[in-house]
């Protein structure tokens, strides 16, 4: 896991050296062990190394193979099958026993055939590839996007970075001068506030997201830019299925089919040169996690897991012991306090742009503690949206049922009742929960399923923003449009962004089993009745984790990583009143 960050001066003025050095040296957090610049006339590389695999000089990076250098940031688990196939092929002159280096030998392989490049990729990633021959450059992003990349665009250069704040560390970038003022501007904040995230649009003037799936093949003898079009696509996830009729034998080998394909993304993740360990919260997916490295592994397997004072409805540390010790882990628990909104201003530096979901607070101490005692950690991250085990599924399903039966004045009337009623900060509470499912269930299943999902309602953003037309009802018909959805949106753009920028913070890798593409597709073949099986979420994922782990662990509630930011504001709400209310 690195950092990356770079110049291409589109004029073929000569890269400083000092700017590359300048921007590297701005995520050194993202590689703090080795760290250089790579400059050849009007290209500059910068890269920032958290060694994994590989971790003697012959790594180092930016690597340069003849007229190829790469930036590289991720983890290519399947390079030694790669390097196999290419060795086959008679590729010999091996200097490392690395994946980088397998990507650079591909390239050079195929005769820079990039989409065969990355298509032939399982993993994660983001790099900057120079072919000094071609004089050709490629930004690319690995399928799921769980490694960022940004970049900037002019008539004169290309700027491109891990984080905006590589970028804003160019001499001709400012963060004040960089400010969209124009309309633009309010488009974005109204689906900030909806949505509590961003995509592809930064606030910053010209800076924007490569988007996961995407990259960038510049040509500097024939290169237009338009940074909505001259992005190329190499892979889009496929869309789930509908229901569909399953007899015993068939829900029996999409289990088999499910268990062995996780269990084969868990191995790949399991390969490294330092200490690993995974993060544990107690529920299906961390735990089954564990379950199967336990299965690979006969070392001591670390896991570590962080509860919350104050609501004890927010805290899953008890599960995480029981799992734990059930697989037999030599497990750590942190306890975050209120005082942990103190972070926040640390947090915003590393997140770079808005970003509303508190749980970056705890995934960042959790990363911190682990850090302390192992530099790689597996996650349950995408289980949810592959295997559709948000409690907002199960809400979109019921309501596609009740609309059908319920006029929706009858919804209206029992919204005005349930509003009279005062809720609770706890995470279950039922009134809250039935509120804004009664709201949501009065209008069509897209402008209901925004609304449970949105910070801020529809109405509300239109006010505040005056850009009702850019927050139209999302255009969704059934749950296999609502599960898409979430792994085009939710998934690269909240879930992934925390789970990176918060390991990131603490040099911590984290690797995710279950966004390898090939279980994201074959989780879009299974039936969406064996994905949500009456009100039972996630049914095929757990009758996989029968015999694995605890029947009272797999069929728990669902427990979303939640802070209990109403329980700490109502008894000091001054942290927030003294920024909110700042000059």
Same mark, same amino acid.
């Given at each position: 896991?690195?950092?990356?960050?770079?110049?291409?001066?589109?004029?073929?003025?000569?890269?400083? %050296?000092?700017?590359?050095?300048?921007?590297?040296?701005?995520?050194?957090?993202?590689?703090?062990?080795? /760290?250089?610049?790579?400059?050849? /006339?009007?290209? /500059?590389?910068g890269?920032?190394?958290l060694?994994?695999?590989?971790?003697?000089?012959?790594?180092?990076?930016p690597?340069?193979?003849?007229?190829?250098?790469?930036?590289?940031?991720?983890?290519?688990?399947?390079h030694?099958?790669i390097?196999?196939?290419l060795?086959?092929r008679g590729?010999?002159?091996?200097?490392?026993?690395?994946?980088?280096?397998?990507?650079?030998?591909?390239y050079?392989?195929?005769d820079?055939?990039?989409?065969?490049?990355?298509?032939?990729?399982?993993g994660?990633?983001?790099?900057?590839?120079?072919?000094?021959?071609?004089r050709?450059?490629?930004l690319a992003?690995?399928?799921?996007?769980?490694?960022?990349?940004?970049?900037?665009?002019?008539?004169?250069k290309?700027?491109?970075?891990?984080?905006?704040?590589?970028?804003?560390?160019?001499?001709?970038?400012?963060?004040? +001068?960089?400010?969209?003022?124009?309309?633009?501007?309010?488009?974005?904040?109204?689906?900030?506030?909806c949505?509590?995230y961003?995509m +592809?649009?930064?606030?910053l003037l010209?800076?924007f997201?490569?988007?996961?799936?995407?990259?960038?093949?510049?040509?500097?003898?024939?290169?237009t830019?338009?940074?909505l079009?001259?992005?190329?696509?190499?892979?889009?996830?496929?869309?789930?299925i509908?229901d569909a009729?399953?007899?015993?034998?068939?829900?029996?080998d999409?289990r088999?089919q499910?268990?062995?394909?996780?269990?084969?993304?868990?191995?790949?993740?399991?390969?490294s040169?330092?200490?690993?360990g995974?993060?544990?919260?107690?529920?299906?997916d961390?735990?089954?996690?564990?379950?199967?490295?336990r299965?690979h592994?006969?070392s001591?397997?670390?896991?570590?897991?962080?509860?919350?004072?104050?609501?004890? +409805?927010?805290?899953?540390?008890a599960?995480a012991?029981?799992?734990?010790?059930?697989?037999?882990?030599?497990?750590?628990?942190?306890?975050?306090?209120?005082?942990?909104?103190?972070?926040?201003?640390?947090?915003?530096?590393?997140?770079d742009?808005?970003?509303?979901?508190?749980?970056?607070? %705890?995934?960042?101490?959790?990363?911190?503690?682990?850090?302390?005692?192992?530099?790689?950690?597996?996650?349950g991250?995408?289980?949810?949206e592959?295997?559709?085990?948000?409690?907002?599924?199960?809400?979109?399903?019921?309501?596609?049922?009740m609309?059908?039966?319920v006029?929706?004045?009858?919804?209206?009337?029992?919204?005005?009742?349930?509003?009279?009623v005062?809720?609770?900060?706890g995470?279950?509470?039922?009134?809250?929960?039935a509120?804004r499912?009664v709201?949501?269930a009065a209008?069509?299943?897209?402008?209901a399923?925004?609304?449970?999902? +949105?910070?801020?309602?529809r109405?509300?953003?239109?006010?505040?923003?005056?850009?009702?037309?850019?927050?139209?009802?999302?255009?969704l018909?059934?749950l296999?449009?609502?599960?898409?959805?979430?792994?085009?949106t939710y998934l690269?753009g909240?879930?992934?962004?925390?789970?990176?920028r918060s390991?990131?913070a603490?040099?911590?890798?984290?690797?995710?089993?279950?966004?390898?593409?090939r279980?994201?597709?074959?989780?879009?073949?299974i039936?969406?009745?064996?994905k949500?099986?009456g009100?039972?979420?996630k049914y095929?994922l757990?009758?996989?984790a029968?015999?694995?782990l605890?029947?009272?662990i797999?069929?728990?509630?669902?427990?979303?990583?939640?802070?209990?930011? /109403?329980?700490?504001?109502?008894?000091?709400?001054?942290?927030?009143?003294?920024?909110?209310?700042s000059?």
């Amino acid at each position: 896991m690195c950092g990356i960050c770079g110049v291409l001066n589109l004029d073929g003025s000569p890269v400083d %050296p000092d700017v590359v050095l300048r921007m590297n040296n701005m995520l050194i957090h993202r590689g703090p062990d080795q /760290g250089a610049v790579f400059v050849d /006339g009007n290209i /500059g590389l910068g890269n920032r190394r958290l060694a994994i695999l590989d971790t003697s000089d012959a790594g180092s990076l930016p690597m340069t193979d003849g007229e190829l250098t790469i930036a590289f940031n991720g983890e290519i688990y399947n390079h030694q099958d790669i390097r196999r196939e290419l060795e086959g092929r008679g590729v010999r002159d091996w200097h490392t026993t690395g994946d980088t280096e397998t990507i650079l030998k591909g390239y050079r392989e195929y005769d820079g055939d990039i989409d065969r490049v990355l298509n032939r990729l399982r993993g994660m990633f983001a790099f900057a590839l120079w072919d000094g021959a071609r004089r050709r450059l490629v930004l690319a992003r690995d399928r799921m996007g769980e490694k960022p990349l940004y970049f900037y665009r002019d008539n004169e250069k290309i700027v491109f970075a891990s984080e905006i704040k590589a970028i804003l560390a160019h001499p001709t970038m400012r963060r004040s +001068s960089a400010l969209d003022a124009n309309s633009l501007m309010s488009k974005i904040l109204a689906h900030y506030l909806c949505d509590g995230y961003l995509m +592809s649009y930064t606030p910053l003037l010209g800076i924007f997201a490569l988007q996961p799936g995407m990259y960038i093949d510049v040509p500097l003898d024939s290169f237009t830019f338009d940074p909505l079009t001259f992005n190329k696509l190499y892979y889009t996830p496929p869309k789930p299925i509908a229901d569909a009729p399953i007899t015993p034998a068939q829900e029996a080998d999409w289990r088999a089919q499910v268990l062995d394909t996780l269990s084969d993304g868990v191995r790949g993740c399991l390969l490294s040169d330092v200490p690993l360990g995974a993060f544990l919260s107690g529920g299906l997916d961390s735990s089954l996690i564990v379950a199967l490295m336990r299965k690979h592994s006969n070392s001591t397997i670390k896991t570590f897991s962080i509860g919350f004072s104050g609501d004890a +409805s927010f805290d899953e540390t008890a599960h995480a012991k029981r799992v734990a010790e059930h697989l037999g882990t030599e497990h750590t628990a942190f306890t975050v306090e209120p005082q942990a909104l103190d972070l926040l201003p640390k947090l915003v530096w590393h997140y770079d742009q808005p970003f509303a979901d508190s749980s970056a607070i %705890p995934t960042y101490l959790v990363s911190k503690l682990t850090r302390e005692h192992v530099t790689v950690a597996l996650t349950g991250d995408g289980g949810d949206e592959l295997f559709v085990g948000y409690e907002r599924f199960y809400a979109a399903a019921l309501a596609l049922k009740m609309q059908k039966l319920v006029p929706r004045a009858a919804w209206k009337i029992a919204h005005a009742a349930l509003s009279a009623v005062p809720e609770g900060t706890g995470y279950y509470n039922a009134i809250k929960r039935a509120r804004r499912f009664v709201a949501g269930a009065a209008q069509p299943i897209g402008a209901a399923y925004q609304d449970w999902i +949105s910070v801020f309602s529809r109405d509300l953003c239109a006010e505040l923003t005056d850009q009702r037309a850019a927050i139209r009802p999302l255009e969704l018909r059934d749950l296999a449009d609502i599960v898409a959805y979430n792994i085009q949106t939710y998934l690269p753009g909240d879930l992934l962004v925390k789970t990176d920028r918060s390991s990131m913070a603490a040099s911590l890798e984290a690797r995710a089993p279950f966004l390898d593409h090939r279980l994201v597709e074959l989780a879009a073949r299974i039936p969406m009745n064996l994905k949500l099986k009456g009100s039972t979420t996630k049914y095929i994922l757990k009758q996989a984790a029968r015999g694995l782990l605890p029947d009272d662990i797999i069929d728990r509630p669902k427990h979303g990583f939640g802070v209990p930011m /109403g329980t700490w504001l109502r008894k000091d709400i001054r942290p927030a009143r003294d920024i909110l209310l700042s000059p």
